[in-house]
């Protein structure tokens, strides 16, 4: 799968994570709200394993990612950072701890999940992002950070 299509589909998968947190966490809905914004969002796709597996992956380790979340932004408790900004850090985290590091390095991950920030988040959402997974990034001990 090419960079564009991974880009895409990180999209497609926060923006589904985002419907599912803002309509409750209801996770018989998953599936219909990941297939409609296929639909909307990535037409022309011609793989969604990818986005499926970002989204599982998510919910599957959603206390986990949330626990980690929190102690590495205490300012910020959880249900005070934005919807949008909240699963972005989700999504960017399931990659850079769950993720496959041949597939997605660390860096690729950070840096996809910045991006994603300035596409969908606010002013500062960015930043925001950049700082709360550096920090993680740091205190795992910077995988492959020579590579």
Same mark, same amino acid.
């Given at each position: 799968?090419?960079?564009?299509?991974?880009?895409?589909?990180?999209?497609?998968?926060?923006?589904?994570?985002?419907?599912?947190?803002?309509?409750?966490?209801?996770?018989?809905?998953?599936?219909?709200?990941?297939?409609?914004?296929? /639909?909307?969002?990535?037409?022309?796709?011609?793989?969604?394993?990818?986005?499926?597996?970002?989204?599982?992956?998510?919910?599957?380790?959603?206390?986990?990612?949330?626990?980690?979340? /929190?102690?590495?932004?205490?300012?910020?408790?959880?249900?005070?950072? /934005?919807?949008?900004?909240?699963?972005?850090?989700?999504?960017?985290?399931?990659?850079?701890?769950?993720?496959?590091?041949?597939?997605?390095?660390?860096?690729?991950?950070?840096?996809?999940?910045?991006?994603?920030?300035?596409?969908?988040?606010?002013?500062?959402?960015?930043?925001?992002?950049?700082?709360?997974?550096?920090?993680?990034?740091?205190?795992?001990?910077?995988?492959?950070?020579?590579?």
């Amino acid at each position: 799968m090419n960079l564009a299509n991974r880009h895409l589909s990180r999209s497609v998968a926060m923006q589904s994570l985002y419907e599912w947190d803002f309509s409750g966490r209801d996770n018989s809905q998953l599936d219909d709200i990941v297939g409609k914004n296929i /639909t909307e969002f990535a037409p022309g796709l011609d793989s969604v394993e990818f986005i499926n597996r970002l989204v599982r992956g998510v919910i599957e380790n959603l206390e986990k990612l949330d626990k980690i979340i /929190t102690k590495s932004a205490p300012e910020w408790p959880l249900e005070q950072i /934005t919807i949008v900004d909240r699963n972005i850090l989700r999504l960017g985290l399931y990659e850079l701890l769950f993720g496959d590091r041949k597939e997605v390095p660390p860096k690729v991950a950070i840096n996809e999940a910045i991006e994603l920030a300035k596409s969908f988040g606010g002013e500062s959402s960015g930043k925001f992002i950049n700082g709360v997974l550096g920090t993680i990034y740091r205190e795992i001990g910077e995988p492959q950070k020579d590579e």
